[in-house]
Structures are given as C-alpha cells and as structure tokens.
C-alpha cells in the first residue's frame, strides 16, 4: 500500500511538473511576441505619410456621412413635431446632438492626424537634409585628402617650372640665324668709307658752265596813250599826297 501511495504522488507531482512547464514555455512565447512587437523598426516615412492621410479621408468621409445624419434628425424632428409627437421630435434632437457630438471628434481626430502629418513631413525633410549635408562633409573630407596643400604647392611648381622651360624655347627659337651678325661693325665701317670717297669724287668732278639767255637788244613797246596819261596821272596824285 505504502509503495502504491507512493508511486501515486510521484506521478500527480510529474503531471503537475509537466503541465507547469507547458504553461511557463506559453507565457514566455507570448512575452517574446510581445517584445518582438515593440521593437519592431519603424517603417518608411513615406508610407507612414500616406497612411495617415488615408486615415484623414476616412474621417472626412465620416463626417460627411454623419453630417447627413445630423440633417436627417432635424427634418425628421420637424416632421414629429408637426404631428405632435414632442417626445419623439424631443429623441431625434438628443439624437442629433450626440451626432454633433461625434462630429467634433472627429474634427479633433483630423487636427491629430493632420499635426502628425506636418511634423512627419518636416521630420521627413530634416532628415533628407541631414544625410545630404554628411553627404556633402564626407565628400569635401575625401576631396580635402586626396588633394592636400602640400600636393597643390607642388603642383604650382610644377607648372611655373614648366612656364619657365616653355619661356625659354620661345626665346631660343625666336632669336635670328645670321652667320655674319658678328661682322656688323666691320661692314658699316667699310660702308661709310665707301659714302665718303663717292662725295669725294662728286666734289672734284668740273662745274659745268651755264648758259644764261641772251640780253634782247629791241626796245620795249611803247605804251599806249590812254596809258601813258593814266600813269602820269597817278603820279602827280602820289607827288601831291
């Protein structure tokens, strides 16, 4: 008997073991779907934008329909009141107040999702501006490296070393190719002696004589009378002044 009580709470306490273990393993599986959940990446941008305007619309749409509502509880109160049910023209204006009601939810909703949007977008653009201006340092960095001050001074020297040759060649290929420019001095020398002995010679040569023309021996023509008179007029006026 004693043996059987035994093996009896042996085996009550393995089922007790065994049904904790499964309960503990369920609960840690849940806990670790609920962590996964929650640190889950968070997704694109974008995509989250086009949600929740989604989400805008079907609150706009919301509100229209409620709206309609709204118009439906004040004609269908009229039309009570016009048969003088006041109690049920009374619960369609309850009824058209909690529509009111909704309706400014939903405004309020919309503001939420619409601030959302807005600080999402900048948040969006801040973000898009940020990697551009890394982009942007990372790549002035690397320019910045591959092209020191040190590369650059060397580079000017190069060039002004290659002016310089580039100079000179001008100057070597520019100067004139006379075989007798050294006997310059000589030659005007000889030049100049040769322009002396000819003024020499012109000097010496015979001055040939002139021939002037001859004295004519006729006398000049009488002068006319009427000019004759006219002169000697003239110079008694001159004799008188």
Avoid: W
Wanted: net charge negative; aromatic share 4%; hydrophobic share 40%.
């Amino acid at each position: 008997f004693f043996t059987l009580f035994i093996s009896t709470t042996l085996l009550v306490v393995a089922s007790l073991v065994t049904m904790m273990n499964f309960f503990g393993k369920k609960k840690s599986s849940e806990a670790t779907t609920v962590s996964k959940t929650s640190t889950r990446a968070p997704s694109d941008p974008q995509q989250t934008i086009v949600t929740l305007r989604e989400q805008v619309a079907n609150q706009e749409k919301r509100e229209a329909h409620i709206h309609k509502k709204v118009n439906e509880m004040v004609v269908e109160a009229k039309a009570k009141l016009a048969k003088g049910d006041k109690k049920g023209a009374l619960f369609c204006m309850k009824r058209k107040k909690l529509y009111e009601q909704e309706i400014d939810k939903i405004q309020n909703v919309k503001m939420t999702l619409e601030t959302q949007v807005i600080n999402l977008e900048s948040a969006a653009q801040n973000a898009q501006t940020f990697k551009a201006m890394e982009a942007g340092s990372k790549t002035m960095k690397k320019i910045r490296t591959d092209v020191g001050i040190e590369q650059v001074d060397d580079i000017m020297d190069e060039i002004k070393e290659e002016m310089e040759m580039a100079n000179e060649i001008n100057n070597a290929i520019a100067q004139p190719i006379d075989p007798l420019l050294a006997d310059d001095d000589e030659l005007l020398a000889e030049l100049n002696e040769l322009e002396s002995t000819d003024l020499e010679a012109e000097l010496l040569k015979p001055t040939p004589a002139i021939s002037l023309p001859a004295v004519p021996n006729a006398k000049l023509p009488a002068l006319a009378k009427d000019e004759e008179d006219e002169l000697k007029k003239l110079e008694a006026e001159l004799a008188g002044m």
